[in-house]
């Protein structure tokens, strides 16, 4: 097996702006899968976080915690367009730190 020229990009978003965001990733070029754009998994859970000292939360307040309904985003993406789809991301992604994994995939 080889590296694959394809990735997986995850990232974790408050509900009401997970339309936003799986559009501007599509947008951007990731979720293309053969014919088809903009294909993405979501899956929903919790994000549990404490802003500190010189934190602005979108959501929740400095020295308190804060859990939040959030989804999970999966997409696939081509390597050259990570950095065009994570700046699409930042400019519709309410919170200030944006939590993003990025995943290399093998080819089979």
């Given at each position: ?15 009401l ?16 899968i ?75």
């Amino acid at each position: 097996m080889s590296q694959s020229n394809i990735v997986k990009i995850v990232v974790f978003v408050p509900g009401l702006y997970a339309d936003a965001v799986r559009e501007a990733m599509g947008n951007a070029g990731a979720g293309k899968i053969g014919n088809y754009t903009h294909c993405s998994f979501s899956s929903k859970g919790i994000g549990r976080f404490k802003p500190g000292e010189g934190a602005y939360p979108h959501i929740g307040e400095v020295g308190k915690f804060e859990s939040v309904e959030e989804e999970r985003i999966e997409v696939v993406c081509e390597r050259d367009k990570i950095a065009e789809v994570i700046k699409a991301i930042k400019e519709v992604h309410p919170y200030e730190e944006v939590a993003i994994d990025i995943y290399p995939m093998e080819e089979i």
